[in-house]
């Protein structure tokens, strides 16, 4: 075999070799790739399982349970705003804020309702006599 014949031998060996470490590496990127896909979908599970968790809890119930007394309460005394979105309702409670005496009252009247109840260990509020008369 003369230099010519074994250069090009070497050169196809060499373009084989090439052509087989293009391949790998094409390989190992989407491997890697969906790596990273299969890290993030976990990672959105995890979360997920968490929030659920979260949301099944007695204290996420609770809570949810007393937005939604409080927020019907709402709805009962000022049945208009039931025609409010979410935002606007929102609006409503800043414009409320914003004015002092409207929020003094509203403070004043919770110390009122509450100087008439008290809890126990366990958080239940039992009701003094005397205290929470209607007018």
Known sequence: MNNEEQ????????????????????????????????????TRERQRAAHLKRMMS?????????????????????PTSTDLTGPEFYEVMEILNKDKEMRARFEAAIRTVLIGMRRDDNGIISVQSGTTEEK
Request: charged share 40%; no cysteine; net charge negative.
């Open 7 to 42: 250069n090009f031998e070497i050169n196809m060996e060499l373009q084989d070799k090439e052509e087989q470490l293009d391949k790998l590496n094409t390989e190992i990127r989407e491997k890697t790739e969906k790596q990273e896909q299969l890290q993030h979908r976990l």
């Open 58 to 78: 007695p204290e996420y119930r609770a809570r949810t349970h007393e937005l939604i007394e409080k927020g019907g309460a709402v709805e009962h005394f000022y």
